[in-house]
């Protein structure tokens, strides 16, 4: 056997991995399950770099270790192919997306299988397959044939609503619906009136009620990409995506009521193994609040139609109600063109122009800019009969609570800052001595002034006691509000996926939707001239000639957003090629939730929101047994780039003169601009200039580089985050040929704990390099020809009885290896295996028994040398994935003998080994008469020795 050749073992393997389904897994009860899923990932053309790879490798441990462990494990990976990056290059270059996203796809698996990851590639998945689609589609029916009863607080079939209204009317409903969402009188009728209603009057009704609906929203709206975007698509007002304006616009849309579920989803947070930190993301996103919805008259107000004649707002601070000095509307309040008088028309238009462009995110966070316009028109404060002025503000969104806030400056500091802009007055409600304390946490002490009815009262008594006189009058009632919004569900986008709705002319609306018919599922994609939206403004679908359903029917023309197919894709994993159901019940059954999960904190509040979402919904509908989809969450950290930098002098480079490269330690205060190069062609900080001039040449030409004395050009680095941009993304492919999937993987784990962010060095890598071949030589001798001479290394494993030492070094790790993985603490692991081998090499262990449960150990974190290893060692047929993970034994960790420490008068002289029981008396005497210690005591006698058992020998002269 030669010395060890990490492009020919890893070939290997791999190729037998695949050509016997190593890692196929099946439906089982013989075996405990264990579930370790990645977040899916979007398969982008840029393809991996290396700090893509960090959670799926730790995820591939745990795996592995639990198939040593007797586990049935699933572990498989699919792909989230939908998306705007395809859609944008077929935009640009008429490209079918499906063609680009199926390249980006085999470049990715051709990486994925590289590093050696033990995948169920049977099982994979993705979004953009119609036989994947079909079942997101069928459960957006089944959302639309389902209303969410508050009273068995779950979702339930359409059915059983339509049976309480046949049956008693409105009257013993307690439903999630539009007029909570709006914020209007509830519907009444009696089944009398239910049931001599026409169908269609019927049907229309109950699209109040369905858990997806259509609805006036206001959304991100990019012009450029022709599409809505989410608020994790915009920065800055921006599209991330090709950095369009993004205005704010109110469009109609398909929404899922999430809002539903907010209370589930906040106590679900309870009950599952997530990070403190993306729990308290979720809570805030959710933004649970208890007070009351308040209604301010408009009496006097133009407003047009049959808008309502009153502006409501929701308040968690009821009692200062009568602090109120203004009201403050959101720009794209529906209340506002009636409530603008001809005199404000061209500001507030203006205003609201202006707030279009910026994004709710940018909204939400400018604190210390206060801006507004007052529409020429008063509410009434429904307390005392004040009048209040109406403003507009863009710190007030349309889509939260309703939209509009009741002012009160005495006690909000964006109150008070926008009260001092625009001279409003500012009025005191509570008792000086105590506002601070009730403001701060609402501890219900002191009394309130200039507050009418409550005047005098305490916070305890103030607050049930204005609730309950507004709500005699009709003027209000308490209410608990949710921060979160329902979701939008629509995009404007061609590459995603159809919505199964067809519609009717009817209704009040002119159009009735309705579902297709289930077996007429998927509805796939039509063919389009181009990607663009029509020269009307419809979506791309709206391209497709002659696509009607049946013939004759408009179809919905947007498509699903990209959180759709990823909000149940775990389940399909459990039984992908099912033709007649998303998962079948012993599936699911067998398999329940994902035990482990790993992926990015980026997605807090959207994909783990929605996911949780529609589990709960899937599990109301009894589809799914639990009720959270992800047992344990891991976020892992990022691995930033290690950017490199060359100086070029200033006024160099510029107007066709050459430009002067300056090395990082001869600067010496000449004035330069830092410029990113490529990290791919530094080594050791040293650049290759050649590789620079090739690389760069618009640069480069005719450049003249102030080297150091000894001709190298030294770059400057800095750590910064891996893209492109910055000329730091460092490929896998690159690390694997030249150093071996193995050491990426145990590099990327030794880096530092998983959920840091740590940066990427890869002058590091050498020493795992190093530590991997110093394993190999446990194993293999070389020759006195060396390691460079092909086949000159020879097999020194021998069949020996290992040493007491030898175990205790083996066992130390095992027990080491176990703990760490069973806690995700796998950076600990590596240097606690590059402790074992050092000391089993220093020992000269080459036995056997010692060494092949340490390539049981290390298998999970380089399956491709430890695979070699253990067929070397004579376990074929079969693979190390098929035996079992090495045994603790605690009693080779006993000691049964320690190395005291001896001190004369305070200073270690001389260590001495004593049996673990040797007496006191008897540890003393030997210490007296050792030979080194007689020689410290000069011929004195000590006046006391003191010994601390397997501690330390003190002796005092």
């Known amino acids: 056997m030669a010395d060890y050749n990490h492009r020919e073992t890893e070939q290997k393997w791999q190729r037998f991995w695949d050509e016997n389904q190593t890692y196929r897994t099946q439906t089982s009860t013989g075996k405990p399950k264990y579930y370790v899923l990645d977040m899916f990932p979007y398969p982008s053309g840029a393809g991996l770099h290396v700090g893509h790879p960090l959670g799926y490798i730790a995820s591939d441990i745990v795996s592995r270790y639990k198939r040593l462990k007797g586990y049935n494990v699933l572990h498989p990976m699919g792909f989230d192919s939908f998306g705007l990056p395809a859609e944008q290059y077929a935009i640009q270059t008429g490209q079918h997306p499906a063609l680009t996203t199926e390249q980006n796809l085999t470049r990715y698996i051709e990486q994925l299988k590289?590093?050696?990851?033990?995948?169920?590639?049977?099982?994979?998945?993705?979004?953009?397959?119609?036989?994947?689609?079909?079942?997101?589609?069928?459960?957006?029916?089944?959302?639309?044939?389902?209303?969410?009863?508050?009273?068995?607080?779950?979702?339930?079939?359409?059915?059983?609503?339509?049976?309480?209204?046949?049956?008693?009317?409105?009257?013993?409903?307690?439903?999630?619906?539009?007029?909570?969402?709006?914020?209007?009188?509830?519907?009444?009728?009696?089944?009398?009136?239910?049931?001599?209603?026409?169908?269609?009057?019927?049907?229309?009704?109950?699209?109040?009620?369905?858990?997806?609906?259509?609805?006036?929203?206001?959304?991100?709206?990019?012009?450029?990409?022709?599409?809505?975007?989410?608020?994790?698509?915009?920065?800055?007002?921006?599209?991330?995506?090709?950095?369009?304006?993004?205005?704010?616009?109110?469009?109609?849309?398909?929404?899922?009521?999430?809002?539903?579920?907010?209370?589930?989803?906040?106590?679900?947070?309870?009950?599952?193994?997530?990070?403190?930190?993306?729990k308290e993301q979720q809570r805030n996103w959710i933004g649970k609040s208890v007070g009351a919805s308040v209604k301010f008259p408009l009496p006097d107000a133009p407003v047009a139609g049959e808008q309502p004649k009153t502006i409501e707002v929701f308040t968690t601070r009821v009692d200062t109600i009568y602090g109120v000095t203004f009201m403050v509307l959101a720009p794209e309040h529906e209340l506002v063109p009636g409530l603008t008088t001809p005199e404000q028309r061209d500001a507030v238009d203006a205003y609201v122009n202006a707030a279009k462009l910026r994004s709710e995110r940018d909204r939400m966070a400018e604190t210390k800019v206060v801006s507004g316009v007052f529409t020429g028109s008063y509410c009434l404060n429904p307390l005392n009969g004040e009048k209040v002025p109406v403003f507009l503000a863009d710190y007030v969104l349309a889509g939260y609570g309703t939209g509009a806030v009741m002012a009160v400056p005495s006690g909000d500091q964006r109150d008070y800052l926008f009260a001092k802009h625009f001279n409003l007055p500012i009025v005191p409600v509570l008792d000086a001595q105590k506002e601070i304390d009730i403001q701060a946490d609402n501890t219900k002490e002191g009394r309130y002034i200039n507050s009418g009815i409550i005047n005098g009262m305490t916070y305890a008594e103030a607050v049930p006691t204005l609730i309950a006189w507004l709500e005699a009058r009709g003027l209000g009632r308490g209410k608990v509000n949710f921060r979160m919004r329902d979701a939008v569900f629509s995009r404007q986008r061609y590459w995603g996926e159809p919505v199964p709705v067809y519609f009717k002319e009817g209704g009040s609306t002119g159009r009735l939707p309705y579902l297709i018919d289930e077996q007429d599922l998927p509805v796939e994609l039509p063919a389009v001239d181009k990607y663009l939206p029509t020269e009307t403004g419809e979506p791309p679908l709206g391209r497709a000639e002659g696509w009607k359903y049946k013939g004759q029917y408009e179809y919905e023309l947007s498509t699903m957003p990209g959180w759709a197919g990823s909000s149940w894709y775990w389940y399909r994993y459990m039984d992908p090629q099912n033709e007649t159901e998303f998962a079948?019940?012993?599936?699911?059954?067998?398999?329940?939730?994902?035990?482990?999960?790993?992926?990015?904190?980026?997605?807090?509040?959207?994909?783990?929101?929605?996911?949780?979402?529609?589990?709960?919904?899937?599990?109301?509908?009894?589809?799914?047994?639990?009720?959270?989809?992800?047992?344990?969450?891991?976020?892992?950290?990022?691995?930033?780039?290690?950017?490199?930098?060359?100086?070029?002098?200033?006024?160099?480079?510029?107007?066709?003169?050459?430009?002067?490269?300056?090395?990082?330690?001869?600067?010496q205060g000449r004035?330069?601009?830092?410029?990113?190069?490529?990290?791919?062609?530094?080594?050791?900080?040293?650049?290759?200039?050649?590789?620079?001039?090739?690389?760069?040449?618009?640069?480069?030409?005719?450049?003249?580089?102030?080297?150091?004395?000894?001709?190298?050009?030294?770059?400057?680095?800095?750590?910064?985050?891996?893209?492109?941009?910055?000329?730091?993304?460092?490929?896998?492919?690159?690390?694997?040929?030249?150093?071996?999937?193995?050491?990426?993987?145990?590099?990327?784990?030794?880096?530092?704990?998983?959920?840091?962010?740590?940066?990427?060095?890869?002058?590091?890598?050498?020493?795992?390099?190093r530590f991997i071949r110093k394993f190999w030589r446990l194993f293999y001798k070389d020759n006195a020809a060396g390691a460079s001479d092909a086949g000159s290394s020879q097999w020194i494993v021998t069949d020996e009885q290992p040493t007491p030492a030898e175990l205790k070094i083996l066992h130390r790790t095992i027990k080491k290896t176990q703990d760490d993985i069973d806690a995700y603490s796998f950076n600990t692991s590596v240097s606690s295996f590059m402790i074992c081998v050092n000391e089993l090499a220093s020992l000269d262990c080459h036995k056997r028994s010692v060494l092949q449960d340490l390539v049981l150990l290390l298998s999970p974190f380089a399956p491709h040398i430890t695979e070699e290893l253990w067929a070397a060692l004579g376990n074929e047929p079969g693979t190390v994935s098929q035996a079992s993970f090495p045994v603790f034994n605690p009693a080779y960790l006993v000691e049964d003998a320690f190395e005291y420490p001896i001190q004369i008068n305070g200073k270690v002289r001389t260590t001495i080994s004593f049996a673990i029981d040797r007496a006191p008396t008897d540890i003393e005497r030997e210490v007296l008469a050792d030979e080194i210690v007689q020689k410290w005591l000069e011929g004195k006698t000590p006046k006391k020795v003191v010994v601390v058992p397997k501690r330390i020998v003190n002796v005092v002269i």
């Open 671 to 769: 004035e330069v601009t830092p410029l990113h190069v490529d990290v791919n062609i530094v080594e050791n900080d040293v650049l290759d200039i050649d590789a620079f001039r090739n690389a760069r040449p618009d640069l480069t030409e005719n450049a003249e580089f102030i080297c150091e004395p000894d001709g190298r050009y030294v770059v400057g680095a800095e750590v910064e985050k891996m893209s492109k941009s910055k000329f730091n993304v460092v490929n896998p492919d690159t690390i694997v040929e030249r150093y071996g999937a193995d050491v990426l993987r145990l590099y990327e784990m030794f880096l530092g704990p998983l959920e840091q962010a740590k940066p990427w060095n890869t002058n590091g890598i050498d020493g795992v390099y």
């Open 114 to 278: 590289n590093i050696g990851f033990s995948y169920d590639w049977s099982r994979e998945v993705r979004t953009s397959d119609p036989a994947y689609y079909k079942w997101t589609q069928w459960i957006f029916m089944e959302l639309f044939r389902s209303w969410y009863n508050k009273d068995t607080d779950r979702a339930e079939p359409i059915e059983t609503l339509l049976e309480k209204f046949a049956t008693n009317g409105t009257t013993d409903v307690n439903a999630v619906c539009d007029d909570d969402r709006e914020g209007g009188a509830p519907l009444t009728f009696t089944a009398a009136e239910w049931n001599a209603m026409s169908a269609e009057e019927s049907y229309e009704i109950t699209l109040r009620y369905r858990l997806t609906y259509l609805a006036d929203a206001v959304v991100n709206w990019c012009p450029a990409l022709g599409t809505v975007l989410a608020n994790d698509e915009v920065k800055d007002g921006v599209s991330e995506r090709g950095g369009y304006p993004v205005e704010q616009k109110l469009m109609r849309q398909w929404m899922m009521r999430i809002t539903a579920y907010a209370d589930r989803l906040l106590t679900g947070l309870d009950t599952i193994d997530w990070t403190e930190s993306i």
């Open 584 to 667: 079948s019940r012993e599936a699911i059954s067998y398999w329940q939730n994902v035990d482990l999960y790993i992926g990015g904190t980026e997605h807090a509040t959207g994909h783990l929101l929605y996911s949780r979402f529609w589990n709960k919904f899937l599990k109301d509908r009894g589809y799914v047994p639990q009720e959270e989809p992800f047992k344990k969450l891991i976020n892992q950290g990022m691995i930033q780039g290690r950017s490199n930098f060359v100086y070029r002098l200033k006024g160099t480079g510029q107007e066709g003169q050459p430009a002067v490269f300056v090395s990082l330690n001869q600067i």
